[in-house]
């Protein structure tokens, strides 16, 4: 697993003294579906990156209810930025849907690079700001409908490994609609 997070960071064009640095404080770990990384209302103590598995982060209401902020499959980062920047307990909770392999680096390494302004603390907040700006288009400007279709064409690799009560959650809307949709496009279709 650490060859590989060392070939992804290669990929990525990261500077070897980095790497180095990473790779001397990275624990790799196996973790069970359905593990808690970061409850909500915990503070951080470390960043993950994602060699094979699905994570997830959601938002848990008083009420029992989950709403998905985000999803993370093989070769992303799991970083909470907000509580990192504020210092505060995280807002949402960091799980694992299915078993996942991580490389797990502590939080007080991201948080010296921030500080630093270091180039891969920039190029993270960069791929995340990016990432949410593009979660918040798609999510302003289309209809449910359309929203279930962008995640059909561009994550086809999570149909088959989300529930549906998953994908309805992140696309804010509720399971019942979720499933009206997609019968809707199956009768189009047929």
């Known amino acids: 697993m650490k060859t590989?997070?060392?070939?992804f960071l290669h990929q990525q064009g990261w500077v070897e003294a980095?790497?180095?640095?990473?790779?001397?404080q990275a624990e790799c770990r196996t973790v069970p579906?359905?593990?808690?990384?970061v409850?909500?209302?915990q503070h951080l103590s470390h960043?993950?990156?994602l060699y094979s598995g699905v994570g997830h982060a959601c938002y848990l209401t008083e009420q029992g209810k989950a709403f998905s902020k985000e999803f993370y499959w093989e070769g992303d980062w799991i970083i909470g930025f907000e509580p990192l920047i504020s210092g505060l307990p995280a807002p949402y909770q960091q799980e694992t849907l299915s078993e996942c392999q991580l490389v797990s680096l502590p939080v007080s390494l991201l948080e010296q690079w921030r500080y630093a302004q270091h180039p891969v603390y920039v190029r993270l907040v960069e791929?995340?700001?990016?990432?949410?700006?593009?979660k918040e288009r798609i999510l302003l400007l289309n209809s449910p409908e359309q929203r279930y279709?962008?995640?059909?064409?561009?994550?086809?690799?999570?149909?088959?490994?989300?529930?549906?009560?998953?994908?309805?959650?992140y696309l804010g809307i509720t399971p019942i609609s979720l499933s009206r949709i997609i019968a809707r496009l199956k009768k189009r279709q047929s």
């Not at 980095?18 to 001397?24: P, S, Y």
């Not at 791929?127 to 593009?134: A, G, I, V």
């Open 18 to 24: 980095d790497i180095e640095l990473m790779v001397q």
């Open 127 to 134: 791929t995340q700001l990016r990432h949410k700006e593009n």
């Open 4 to 7: 590989a997070f060392v070939h």
């Open 149 to 169: 279709l962008y995640f059909c064409q561009n994550y086809p690799f999570l149909i088959g490994r989300l529930t549906d009560y998953q994908i309805a959650g």
């Open 47 to 49: 960043i993950h990156w």
């Open 33 to 37: 579906a359905r593990s808690c990384l």
């Open 39 to 41: 409850a909500q209302g």
